[in-house]
């Protein structure tokens, strides 16, 4: 039997696995309820297969609580097939409703007999914090509810016995992102994908005709959509209902609009959120907002309304991925309920999935709205909790003009040199954070020095001073704009000492992969004989890859994932109208098999080869077998298969193809796809954009700070120790400035590898959603 996982107030180091068939007879339901979002499917099908695995029968309960009380054909048992086919749709495939028959006794009551006949005790609930606290309220009646069908002889006393206690587990799906307790909500993500897609989209046009448009999201007691859309689109203005404008916000507004206009801008963008009011608790509407503009600008100003767009399309590889391993995790979670166990919400805390107490959370997202209410705008801040708050304050850090960057806040020293370059090869996001470096630096009072195409052009001495306007719009762009090699210093340290004297250069910011690491080693290294390399250095880690040591995320590889698992979509519709077709699509990463692992897992691939596990030909024959199976099943008639690039030598991507095209005749055809470059993507993702913004502005400070404690009284700076060069990475749930040469020992140079590989452990939840034979090691 399964120990009790630790949550984020129990955290002891414990160790289990689940074996197949381990709670074989029990009976788990799952439903939506609520809005739908993106990604629910992938939630659905990760409960349904997971369940099966471990032996449970799985029920699906159609249309939310409706179909609860309606049973009948609403309440269908699930099969493998049967979750086939929809990680990439979005909506809910079992449908979700608004039930006003739930909330009566009644209603509950028929529910409850709809339930033991089928003898499901354990409810997965997938919808917002109404839809959870009722089912929270239906666990507490349930002794009641099954006494009450006793009396009445709808059941039997020992079925009653039998089914005395009901355990739920719930997951957040909300594309708003309004539930305290959870970092991100299924469906926000996908959500933003949509709004981003919307202002790239109707940028060119607004800079064509000059003109100002107010775009309304999402978000009707919470601003998540709205601030982080802001800070990822570079909106000149947003409105919130956390955190109101002042009462004299249409002259804030055009004085900053006409600003921009006065500098040479060509357009303005206002993001709104639907819920937008001011500080007496009035909406602010988007007309509103446009006839202050037209009457004090006379600007060609025009509204657009997104509406239910943010709900559509397919989920982002970021909602695939957080269904699934939500999914996986709270039948777990149910699994290891006792009577005594209290109702949890499975949660997402930095990179990690927890499980906290539902109630707890459904209070603290109540008692935002009641702060709103009361007009404490500040405690209604702090009660999104700090990743919100470190989104506004990075908003309107970023979104001051030069005028107003005058003024200090910070506290960190002014007046000094700063540096920003790249090592490697471009990743989306890359532009992001050197456009908030730039931006910090400038609002502090320093200068901000952008150097081309990397070593070389720090050899060269290829500096440029950046300006306030100098990285407008360059968060929506994908690539390195200022240019990016892979070379190292290789012995140049004479040249690049020089350029950093020439240039007073008091710290530098690395935005790049593994090279980008080795770089700040090597110079690191080379201190005690250059005294012009003592400043704080510290590198942000972006390549698809993901392969850098010190850190979970990389920037870039959201972005080459969304781009994968895009390009397998359309690969896999190509194949409509052909029955029975697997597809062998090869991925980038290097050594590191992240890429083909998070890609298979968001694309529901039935096997992923890396080169950190270990596959032969026996593997290689077994995943073919299971795959025939699965095909002669009749209801599957597409496969898909990844292999990272350097997974092994000798089982190339062409000898997968051969073996499958060959062994796999008179069941199914077989293509290849070598996808390339492509991965590297276009456009950044938000998730991006808005992690290489928020990690920019922490590696600034983390600059400002060093230098502070290792200033010299005649105004240089020395800063020797191994602490002042550091890689900032996320390790679990936290950024951490990690010392590079400390990062040694975890790192394997042959292969370019960090030791430390937090996603290997995803692999058993995409073997086992494939089917595949497997067992689930949980680690903490």
């Given at each position: 039997?399964?120990?009790?996982?630790?949550?984020?107030?129990?955290?002891?180091?414990?160790?289990?696995?689940?074996?197949?068939?381990?709670?074989?007879?029990?009976?788990?339901?799952?439903?939506?309820?609520?809005?739908?979002?993106?990604?629910?499917?992938?939630?659905?099908?990760?409960?349904?297969?997971?369940?099966?695995?471990?032996?449970?029968?799985?029920?699906?309960?159609?249309?939310?609580?409706?179909?609860?009380?309606?049973?009948?054909?609403?309440?269908?048992?699930?099969?493998?097939?049967?979750?086939?086919?929809?990680?990439?749709?979005?909506?809910?495939?079992?449908?979700?409703?608004?039930?006003?028959?739930?909330?009566?006794?009644?209603?509950?009551?028929?529910?409850?007999?709809?339930?033991?006949?089928?003898?499901?005790?354990?409810?997965?609930?997938?919808?917002?914090?109404?839809?959870?606290?009722?089912?929270?309220?239906?666990?507490?009646?349930?002794?009641?509810?099954?006494?009450?069908?006793?009396?009445?002889?709808?059941?039997?006393?020992?079925?009653?016995?039998?089914?005395?206690?009901?355990?739920?587990?719930?997951?957040?799906?909300?594309?708003?992102?309004?539930?305290?307790?959870?970092?991100?909500?299924?469906?926000?993500?996908?959500?933003?994908?949509?709004?981003?897609?919307?202002?790239?989209?109707?940028?060119?046009?607004?800079?064509?005709?000059?003109?100002?448009?107010?775009?309304?999201?999402?978000?009707?007691?919470?601003?998540?959509?709205?601030?982080?859309?802001?800070?990822?689109?570079?909106?000149?203005?947003?409105?919130?209902?956390?955190?109101?404008?002042?009462?004299?916000?249409?002259?804030?507004?055009?004085?900053?609009?006409?600003?921009?206009?006065?500098?040479?801008?060509?357009?303005?963008?206002?993001?709104?959120?639907?819920?937008?009011?001011?500080?007496?608790?009035?909406?602010?509407?988007?007309?509103?907002?446009?006839?202050?503009?037209?009457?004090?600008?006379?600007?060609?100003?025009?509204?657009?309304?997104?509406?239910?767009?943010?709900?559509?399309?397919?989920?982002?590889?970021?909602?695939?991925?957080?269904?699934?391993?939500?999914?996986?995790?709270?039948?777990?979670?149910?699994?290891?309920?006792?009577?005594?166990?209290?109702?949890?919400?499975?949660?997402?805390?930095?990179?990690?999935?927890?499980?906290?107490?539902?109630?707890?959370?459904?209070?603290?997202?109540?008692?935002?709205?009641?702060?709103?209410?009361?007009?404490?705008?500040?405690?209604?801040?702090?009660?999104?909790?700090?990743?919100?708050?470190?989104?506004?304050?990075?908003?309107?850090?970023?979104?001051?003009?030069?005028?107003?960057?005058?003024?200090?806040?910070?506290?960190?020293?002014?007046?000094?040199?700063?540096?920003?370059?790249?090592?490697?090869?471009?990743?989306?996001?890359?532009?992001?954070?050197?456009?908030?470096?730039?931006?910090?630096?400038?609002?502090?009072?320093?200068?901000?020095?952008?150097?081309?195409?990397?070593?070389?052009?720090?050899?060269?001495?290829?500096?440029?001073?950046?300006?306030?306007?100098?990285?407008?719009?360059?968060?929506?762009?994908g690539g390195a704009l200022l240019g990016t090699k892979r070379t190292l210093p290789n012995g140049k340290f004479d040249r690049i000492a020089d350029q950093l004297k020439k240039f007073n250069i008091h710290g530098l910011l690395i935005i790049g992969g593994f090279e980008a690491f080795q770089a700040v080693l090597e110079l690191a290294e080379q201190r005690d004989k250059y005294t012009e390399f003592c400043i704080p250095m510290v590198v942000l880690p972006a390549t698809i890859s993901n392969n850098v040591p010190g850190t979970d995320f990389s920037l870039g590889a959201d972005t080459a994932l969304n781009e994968i698992s895009e390009i397998c979509d359309r690969i896999r519709q190509s194949a409509q109208g052909t029955k029975r077709r697997v597809f062998i699509i090869e991925t980038m990463g290097g050594y590191c098999g992240y890429l083909a692992t998070m890609a298979g897992l968001a694309g529901g691939a039935d096997a992923a080869y890396i080169y950190e596990e270990n596959f032969g030909i026996k593997d290689l024959l077994q995943d073919l077998e299971v795959m025939k199976a699965k095909m002669n099943d009749g209801r599957i008639e597409r496969g898909l298969i990844l292999r990272n690039e350097k997974a092994n030598t000798n089982y190339t991507t062409d000898f997968i193809f051969s073996l499958y095209s060959e062994e796999g005749k008179g069941v199914f055809s077989a293509r290849k796809n070598v996808l390339g470059h492509m991965q590297q993507g276009g456009y950044p993702s938000p998730f991006d954009r808005?992690?290489?913004?928020?990690?920019?502005?922490?590696?600034?400070?983390?600059?400002?700070?060093?230098?502070?404690?290792?200033?010299?009284?005649?105004?240089?700076?020395?800063?020797?120790?191994?602490?002042?060069?550091?890689?900032?990475?996320?390790?679990?749930?936290?950024?951490?400035?990690?010392?590079?040469?400390?990062?040694?020992?975890?790192?394997?140079?042959?292969?370019?590898?960090?030791?430390?590989?937090?996603?290997?452990?995803?692999?058993?939840?995409?073997?086992?959603?494939?089917?595949?034979?497997?067992?689930?090691?949980?680690?903490?």
């Amino acid at each position: 039997m399964a120990t009790p996982r630790p949550t984020p107030e129990s955290p002891a180091k414990r160790e289990y696995t689940i074996e197949p068939g381990s709670h074989k007879g029990k009976g788990i339901a799952v439903f939506t309820s609520g809005g739908d979002a993106q990604g629910m499917n992938s939630a659905l099908r990760a409960v349904v297969r997971f369940g099966l695995f471990i032996g449970c029968k799985v029920f699906f309960i159609r249309e939310g609580y409706q179909g609860m009380v309606d049973g009948g054909k609403n309440i269908q048992e699930a099969t493998w097939a049967s979750v086939s086919g929809i990680i990439h749709k979005g909506g809910t495939m079992i449908g979700s409703a608004r039930c006003m028959d739930f909330k009566e006794r009644w209603g509950r009551l028929k529910a409850a007999k709809n339930l033991i006949d089928h003898g499901v005790t354990n409810l997965v609930v997938i919808g917002g914090d109404g839809s959870l606290t009722g089912a929270n309220r239906f666990r507490q009646e349930w002794p009641d509810l099954l006494e009450e069908l006793v009396k009445t002889e709808q059941i039997t006393k020992e079925l009653s016995e039998k089914y005395s206690h009901l355990n739920i587990v719930g997951m957040v799906g909300s594309i708003d992102n309004d539930f305290c307790g959870t970092d991100m909500t299924i469906g926000t993500d996908s959500a933003l994908h949509r709004i981003v897609e919307a202002v790239d989209a109707i940028t060119p046009t607004a800079s064509s005709h000059q003109r100002t448009f107010i775009m309304e999201v999402m978000g009707r007691h919470c601003g998540y959509l709205a601030l982080v859309a802001g800070i990822v689109t570079e909106a000149d203005y947003c409105f919130i209902p956390e955190w109101p404008p002042e009462t004299n916000w249409p002259e804030k507004l055009c004085n900053k609009l006409k600003y921009g206009r006065d500098q040479g801008q060509r357009l303005n963008i206002i993001i709104v959120a639907e819920g937008a009011i001011d500080r007496e608790g009035n909406a602010i509407s988007c007309d509103q907002i446009k006839q202050v503009i037209v009457k004090n600008l006379e600007q060609d100003t025009r509204v657009t309304v997104l509406g239910h767009v943010q709900r559509g399309g397919a989920p982002s590889a970021f909602d695939r991925v957080l269904g699934c391993r939500m999914g996986a995790e709270a039948v777990m979670a149910l699994m290891d309920a006792t009577p005594d166990t209290e109702p949890c919400v499975v949660s997402l805390a930095g990179n990690t999935a927890i499980r906290v107490p539902l109630m707890e959370c459904v209070l603290k997202t109540q008692e935002v709205a009641k702060a709103m209410a009361d007009k404490n705008w500040k405690l209604a801040v702090e009660l999104r909790g700090r990743s919100f708050q470190r989104n506004l304050d990075t908003y309107w850090m970023l979104s001051k003009n030069k005028a107003s960057s005058k003024m200090l806040s910070s506290g960190l020293p002014s007046g000094f040199n700063l540096a920003v370059f790249h090592i490697g090869a471009p990743a989306c996001g890359m532009n992001a954070s050197v456009r908030s470096f730039v931006r910090n630096c400038l609002a502090n009072g320093n200068r901000a020095y952008g150097v081309h195409n990397g070593i070389e052009g720090l050899v060269e001495g290829d500096f440029e001073e950046l300006t306030w306007g100098h990285v407008n719009g360059w968060v929506v762009q994908g690539g390195a704009l200022l240019g990016t090699k892979r070379t190292l210093p290789n012995g140049k340290f004479d040249r690049i000492a020089d350029q950093l004297k020439k240039f007073n250069i008091h710290g530098l910011l690395i935005i790049g992969g593994f090279e980008a690491f080795q770089a700040v080693l090597e110079l690191a290294e080379q201190r005690d004989k250059y005294t012009e390399f003592c400043i704080p250095m510290v590198v942000l880690p972006a390549t698809i890859s993901n392969n850098v040591p010190g850190t979970d995320f990389s920037l870039g590889a959201d972005t080459a994932l969304n781009e994968i698992s895009e390009i397998c979509d359309r690969i896999r519709q190509s194949a409509q109208g052909t029955k029975r077709r697997v597809f062998i699509i090869e991925t980038m990463g290097g050594y590191c098999g992240y890429l083909a692992t998070m890609a298979g897992l968001a694309g529901g691939a039935d096997a992923a080869y890396i080169y950190e596990e270990n596959f032969g030909i026996k593997d290689l024959l077994q995943d073919l077998e299971v795959m025939k199976a699965k095909m002669n099943d009749g209801r599957i008639e597409r496969g898909l298969i990844l292999r990272n690039e350097k997974a092994n030598t000798n089982y190339t991507t062409d000898f997968i193809f051969s073996l499958y095209s060959e062994e796999g005749k008179g069941v199914f055809s077989a293509r290849k796809n070598v996808l390339g470059h492509m991965q590297q993507g276009g456009y950044p993702s938000p998730f991006d954009r808005n992690m290489g913004t928020k990690m920019a502005a922490k590696a600034h400070n983390w600059i400002m700070e060093t230098i502070r404690s290792n200033l010299k009284s005649d105004g240089s700076v020395l800063a020797s120790s191994r602490h002042s060069a550091c890689l900032l990475g996320m390790r679990t749930r936290h950024y951490e400035f990690q010392p590079v040469q400390d990062l040694q020992e975890e790192t394997d140079f042959n292969t370019r590898l960090w030791k430390r590989q937090w996603w290997k452990n995803q692999r058993a939840i995409m073997n086992i959603l494939a089917k595949h034979d497997s067992s689930y090691v949980v680690e903490n």
